[in-house]
């Protein structure tokens, strides 16, 4: 089966999670730190693991904004057919 091309995919790495997945899982770690109840060797876990989901959540934020300026920088692909006058 095909892998889908986003073309932000190189941004985040091959190995790394979309960024939805990356967001989710992001979330649920914060929440485990914030309810407590792990211990400080898991907590320090949990944060190492948030800061590598934080990581690749912003390489996705940085690929779609460049993708989005390159779109805009270019006039070809900004015009549609009922822009030719």
């Known amino acids: 089966m095909a892998k889908k091309d986003s073309g932000t995919a190189t941004a985040a790495g091959a190995d790394a999670p979309g960024y939805e997945q990356a967001r989710d899982e992001l979330i649920d770690v914060v929440r485990r730190l914030e309810t407590g109840g792990t211990t400080l060797e898991e907590s320090l876990a949990l944060w190492e693991r948030g800061e590598e989901l934080a990581k690749v959540c912003r390489r996705w934020l940085d690929g779609a904004r460049a993708r989005l300026d390159a779109s805009l920088a ?12």
């Open 74 to 85: 270019d006039p070809a692909q900004t015009s549609g057919p009922d822009d030719r006058g």
